[in-house]
């Protein structure tokens, strides 16, 4: 099994930054993919963030503001975020997809509990 621990959420103003980490830990074969979704209380989880061997993706709203990054030796994932403003309000999710060692390798898809992080004045 596999679990994620997010840390890094917190109070900041708008213009202000915060970065969140997440740290994966078990019986880790390989993680293909690692990424960060965030939900806003009354609407549905989205896509923030995610990195894979292919590249880095960002939603629209995110762009040129947040960064993503992955320190493999660690099983780490890190989201350097920069100009916040207000609706980026939520709990900000943490997920990775990989191998782990079982009796076979075998795939997983885990979440983090979440990180709240808040932007107000």
């Known amino acids: 099994q596999v679990q994620l621990v997010e840390s890094g959420g917190g109070l900041v103003q708008p213009g202000g930054s915060l970065r969140l980490s997440c740290a994966a830990s078990g019986s880790i074969l390989s993680i293909n993919g690692m990424g960060w979704y965030r939900q806003a209380p009354g609407k549905q989880r989205e896509l923030v963030a995610t990195?894979?061997?292919?590249?880095?993706t960002y939603a629209d709203s995110v762009k040129g503001r947040f960064t993503i990054s992955r320190d493999n030796a660690k099983n780490t994932v890190y989201l350097q975020m920069n100009s916040l403003k207000p609706e980026d309000t939520a709990v900000y999710y943490c997920?990775?997809?990989?191998?782990?060692?079982?009796?076979?390798?075998?795939?997983?898809?885990?979440w983090g509990q979440g990180t709240q992080v808040t932007v107000s004045s």
């Open positions: 990195i894979t061997i292919s590249g880095r």
């Open positions: 997920n990775a997809e990989g191998y782990y060692s079982g009796l076979y390798p075998t795939p997983f898809g885990s």
